[in-house]
């Protein structure tokens, strides 16, 4: 647990008095791009829970804004990731209703629908299945972001199939591997 009230979460910077922003835009100005593996570090202590960030998230955010595709950031980039995933940790914060640190079933099925998905009870159990990395039958806090980036990219492939909007598609083998192989 974090000194943060209790909770076990840390804000970003929070450990640096509220300067990790201002810190790493001085390292940002000396160094061209923040490469994924600082992304990586300074996530690990942003999450408060002192466990290895997911490396995959870190990849797949840093992909949404690197926008020369060097894999890195910039620091105008970097800024953009930084409060990215200040977002993500507010948005966890609201469904981890018992401040565990972690999004069981209920509170991802309470979370994903208050996104404006409507899945069962079994699919909540494959997500919970394909994203606990820690096999504890919940999900951290990076795992809970990479989960609803693939459940996006997933649901904005499906809609282009979709053109009746009914939730329903008909392709073929091929244009299935498509979809899924434009999203792995």
């Known amino acids: 647990k974090s000194d943060n009230n209790g909770s076990p979460y840390a804000t970003l ?7 990790g922003l201002y810190k790493c835009q001085k390292c940002a100005e000396r160094a061209v791009y ?16 002192w466990t290895p960030f997911n490396p995959v998230t870190v990849r797949s955010i840093i992909s949404m804004f690197d926008r020369e595709n060097k894999g890195g950031v910039n620091f105008n980039e970097f800024a953009g990731v930084w409060k990215y995933i200040t977002d993500w940790q507010n948005i966890f914060r609201t469904y981890d209703r018992d401040n565990s640190g ?73 244009q299935y591997l498509s979809m899924v192989f434009n999203i792995v």
């Open 13 to 19: 910077g929070e450990k640096s008095g509220g300067k």
């Open 34 to 49: 923040i490469k994924s593996n600082v992304i990586l570090y300074i996530c690990f202590f942003s999450t408060g829970t």
């Open 102 to 174: 972690f999004i069981d079933k209920n509170e991802l099925k309470q979370a994903l629908t208050g996104f404006g998905y409507r899945l069962s009870d079994q699919f909540y159990m494959t997500l919970i299945e394909k994203f606990d990395r820690q096999r504890k039958g919940q999900v951290a806090f990076d795992d809970f972001i990479q989960c609803c980036i693939v459940l996006q990219r997933l649901t904005d492939v499906f809609r282009r199939y979709d053109t009746d909007q009914d939730g329903w598609i008909q392709v073929s083998y091929e």
